[in-house]
């Protein structure tokens, strides 16, 4: 026997049985039972919102022999034929397939030949917006002086890629995404009949999760049931999807909001020796920000969550001040993030900077650190304290310029952490970085970084210095930079501070 997938097993064979779409499934079925059939439709939308399903009803719709009130029987040989993909007037074309050169040719062929089996030829064409201009042309043709005895029924996901004179020519339906209600009512109905208990959380994770199509909701529920048997509940759910842990987001979450920046590095810490993917990090906890603007903005109407509502209340009742403005400057350099991770080496790295340049942005400031900020940030372009008295650079005076760095920005005092002091005198400031932590030095070679960094020297010694950036040996007793500084400046002037 085949195995069928759940979507198959599940695809509805009636108007009455299609999840969502209200208005679509009652104008159809109005047109087939009334007979005012049109010849070529266009169904467009998103994935998995059920465009085929529908077609192929319509098309069993049209040549029942038993059907009542525009439904098909499903029991007469016609219905039973369509439904195992047997009967000679029913062609599906798939566009994305072979961009349906050969299909579209023998269709200008056939078109006008009349039905063998049926009442009606019927050509899905699914994925339409893939055909060639060359299949376009041929299509168009046949749309503009149709046989009667024809009906296409093309479907899409992208209406906008199709010409104006193939839309014109269409009845069109619009197909929207399923609520998140009407898919975590499906994944019960089809849960419940093959006798697998899943727990509600662990419903409405899968219905998020894909995000309005039935299709991916299903071959989520699929995974799940050869994942965990018969008993399904949310964090198993997580598992099987390889998504980070509702609550450790949240706490992430709350952690970057709050500027807590130990915390959140020590979360990131905790998920890469768990396994997970960098990407997967930096993608769900953007995931978790969108929610989250969604519920800052729309409150318990909001619509396609991945969290759960109790937890982004609690989140915002936290923090009164976010603004949706932050939030979305933080999804976009989160979303930018996941995207570098895909390219690039030295993937930890990366994540903890990204997420720590993500707090620069989402954090909450108290007013004060606020306006500590646009000092630091002023102070390049004011002119040098004269009339105040260079301080010797010792280690207090590096802690001193590294707490004026972390107030002006949090990811360029990280960037700086894992340097030592090589060489510090009043003009030249010389960090070396263990060749692991290339990636930092690279970071804080850039322009901006270099300013904050400036920035915070200005204010605590007077003046800015000429900064050196430089990796240094490992094997070496000494870097050897250390050596020629002391060559150069004696050893009095050069101070290591670790
Ligand atoms: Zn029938």
Redesign the pocket.
Known sequence: MNYLTLYRQWRPQTFEEVVGQKNTVAGLKNAVKEGRLAHAYLFFGPRGSGKTSLAKIMA?AVN????IGGE?????S??KDINNGSFMDVMEIDAASNRGIDEIRDLREKVRVLPAQGKKKVYIIDEVHMLTTEAFNALLKTLEEPPPSVMFILATTEAHRLPATVLSRCQRYAFTRLSLSDVVQRLEEVSSANEINVTEPALETMARRANGSLRDALSILEQCIAFCDNDIDVNEVLEVLGLVNQEILIQIMAAMLGQRTQEVLSHLNTLIRQGKEPVQVARDTAMCARDLMQYRLLGDDAELLTMSPDILRKLVAAFPALSPSQLSGGIKHLLKLSDELRYNEGQRFLLEIGFLEAIDIMGITSGEQSSKIETSIAAPSSPPAVEKAPKTTTAGSWEEIMDKVKAGKVTVHALLAPASVVEMDEKVLTLGYRPDRRFHRDKMAEKGNQEILQAALTQVLGHPLEINLVILEETAEQPPVVRKAVEIFGKDKVKIIE
């Open positions: 069993k029942c022999t038993e059907g098909p029987c499903n029991r007469c016609t219905c």
